[in-house]
């Protein structure tokens, strides 16, 4: 396509004949992901922690495309128990898996754990994320063109890993918590396409992020920053359909690569067209990445096949 050309969803070829699962594909930038995806013809599997919620989700996709193919899956990020059964079941009922995005995400919660002892934001963001991919690689490997989406954040800059303390015992910073598991969120992408890569899979790992845009995500921001927030808000954010547009297309590109960033362009990459972008060097340090990723399987239990 024309690079300079605005990338729109009318730009997403037919998904007719692909399974995509969307965690928090219930609501916010899940929801939004997964109706244009449903809209193209692929068929959808909103993996959602509320099951009436999720079934609301998948009747309003289906009320505005009849022909839509949608299903849900019951899915707690913050427990690896419900993560476990989880894939098992969506392993079940999907012999091939061509898309999954790893799209739900808790920001700046009070500290709060886990049913595993994670930090919950830690622990949902990046933690769940990694083992719902380890246990899902399988189908993914088994599927030519099959791609890994994660959504990551402007937050990610913000972020440090702190490798001694990654789940907060020894303190706890809410607003640091979130920039950490959505550096994460990189680190995890930028390993998986290494390893990935290495082993010769027709799998991509890529990552996108929204900007800044209208969701339910802020409901943790202290009262000045929410007040602010509906000053600010529409003249800094963009809607939930906007902010999808970078994982959409980072999933639906045909000419998006593994290892590419997507965000939108404007100032700040707060709103705009969705294009490819690059992180902060942090998350580029292979090191971290590596260290993160043994980390990840050793407090998951969840080996990789790569
Ligand atoms: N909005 C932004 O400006 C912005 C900016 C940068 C990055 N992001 C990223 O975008 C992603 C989506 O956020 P959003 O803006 O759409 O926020 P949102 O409206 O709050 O949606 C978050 C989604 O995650 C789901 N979720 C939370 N905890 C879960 C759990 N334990 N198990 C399963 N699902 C869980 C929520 O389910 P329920 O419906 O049950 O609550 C909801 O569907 C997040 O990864 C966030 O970090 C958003």
Known sequence: MNQLAAWTPTAIPSQAGRNVVVTGGGSGLGFAIADALARHGAHVILAVRDAERGARAADRITASTPEASVEVELLDLSSLASVHEAAQDISVRLPTLDLLINNAGVMWTPLTRTSDGFELQMGTNHLAHFALTGLLMPQLLSTPGSR?????????????????????????????????????????????????????????????????????????????????????????THSAERGALPALRAATDPAALGGEYYGPKGPGEMRGDPRRTDSHPRSHDAEAQRRLWTLSEELTGVRYPL
């Open 148 to 236: 890994v989406v994660t959504i990551s954040s402007n937050s990610h800059k913000g972020g440090h890993i702190v490798f001694e303390d990654l789940n907060s015992q020894h303190g706890y910073d809410r607003q640091a918590a979130y920039a950490q598991s959505k550096l994460a969120n990189l680190l995890f992408t930028y390993e998986l396409h290494r390893r990935l890569t290495s082993a010769g899979a027709h799998t991509s790992a890529l990552a996108a992020h929204p900007g800044g845009a209208s969701t339910g995500l802020t409901r943790n921001a202290p009262t000045h920053m929410r007040l602010l927030n509906t000053v600010l808000g529409p003249l800094l």
